[in-house]
């Protein structure tokens, strides 16, 4: 037993190491040779974006999307209908803008409503763009990021590209530090050309490819966009080329444990559904060190009164010591921490709650999202929507 408790500290260990290591460097090396380079042609895109609820700061995150530095483009906003009070920021917005548009989707009764938005922003772009894009309005762009999104595409090096984000923490709470730790563990896995999936927040894909892929009948029938053509991807043997200048920024303040509970579980779902073993495997692995720190700690603290062995308890404190380490080295591949003391305790509770997420969605087919139920089958294919 003591093997095998020592055995799988060292396994932990490599692998927590590995992500950020192999993962960091895909973080930091936003390589300014490949950054520099243009293609002998920048190929039309349409950027479909799909849009519920109006956040504070929705005109401008949406602005900044049509003020792209790109030299051929259009922009696409869908939402479900009129009452939704993101399309009354929308109209005003794209009065004047030629390259912009907007569609009414309509409720979804077979697919994730986002995938509806989706697809009927794509019925509207014509036959003009060769790159179709995807993108979130939760997030800031700069000028430049179509650019870089597209970027591999337009060289060759790539027919599919995604890039990502960090959330960007307001404040010290542990659930907001937290969820920027979950997320950035995400970003990380970018560094491993197998790990990559494409992120619905920032994906451009050939529409040669799209089309051949039958993408678009996926997602008619879909409860997810990105894990659902990730699944699709690997079954055709494509890899999703890494654009890392094409990063965002997601400001969040006052995230609750609850909030940060509720959108985890949600990614757990979508991999559960999609990509059952990679959701198995990568369960195991999280339940494993969740559990180990656990054992850690409490030899730890058996140690200090004498009941444990000082082999235990020395290998326990090891073990921490070095999990507590790898959690400090994250911190320098964030562009906005906080304090280390913070950032650690964040840390280890990122590791419980994804334990604690990937639990809750062991025994459920259903998935909540903006007021609405989804029943989810085999592959992630909707069975049933309810409102409310």
């Known amino acids: ?127 003009g763009p060769e790159i179709l894009a995807f993108c979130d309005s939760n997030q800031l762009a ?9 970027r591999p595409i337009a060289l060759g090096e790539a027919e599919v590209t995604s890039g990502y984000h960090h959330i960007i923490p307001q404040d010290k709470r542990i659930a907001t530090l937290g969820r920027a730790i979950s997320v950035l563990t995400l970003y990380l896995t970018k560094g491993f050309k197998r790990l990559n999936q494409p992120w619905g927040g920032a994906t451009g894909i050939a529409r040669s490819l799209f ?71 990568a369960g195991l692995l999280q339940h494993l060190l969740a559990i180990l ?3 850690a700690g409490g030899r730890c603290l058996l140690g200090l009164v004498g009941w444990s062995s000082p082999a235990a308890g020395l290998s326990a404190a090891l073990f921490l010591t070095l999990l507590t380490g790898l959690g400090a080295a994250l911190r320098p591949l964030h562009p906005s921490p906080g304090p280390l003391k913070a950032w650690l305790a964040a840390f280890y509770a990122a590791i419980f709650m994804a334990s604690w997420c990937h639990l809750q969605t062991c025994f459920t087919q259903h998935l909540h999202w903006r007021g609405i139920s989804y029943r989810v089958g085999r592959g992630g294919r909707v069975t049933e929507v309810r409102e409310g």
């Open 1 to 127: 037993m003591e093997g095998f408790i020592l055995g799988a500290m060292g396994l932990v260990v490599l692998v927590v190491a590995g992500l950020v290591l192999v993962g960091g460097r895909s973080v930091k090396n936003v390589s300014s040779g490949d950054m520099a380079r243009e293609p002998e042609r920048w190929p039309p895109v349409a950027l479909i974006v799909p849009v519920t609820g109006a956040a504070p700061g929705l005109g401008e995150r949406l602005g900044s999307l049509l003020t792209q530095d790109y030299p051929d483009y259009q922009v696409i906003f869908a939402t479900r209908d009129r009452e939704d009070p993101a399309t009354g920021v929308i109209m005003p917005l794209i009065s004047g803008h030629p390259r912009a548009g907007h569609v009414l989707s309509g409720r979804a009764t077979a697919c994730g409503q986002k995938n509806q938005n989706l697809l009927a922003g794509l019925r509207t772009i014509g036959e």
């Open 142 to 150: 700069p000028a430049t990021w179509l650019k870089e999104l597209v």
């Open 211 to 281: 089309e051949s892929l039958g993408v678009a009948k996926l997602w008619a029938e879909n409860v997810v966009d990105d894990v659902s053509l990730a699944a699709r991807l690997i079954r055709a043997g494509i890899l999703v080329g890494v654009a890392p200048g094409a990063c965002l920024s997601t400001p969040l303040a006052g995230e609750t444990l609850t909030g940060w509970s509720q959108w985890l579980t949600r990614q757990w779902l979508y991999l559960k559904f999609c990509l059952p073993g990679t959701w198995l495997a």
């Open 293 to 295: 720190v656990i054992v």
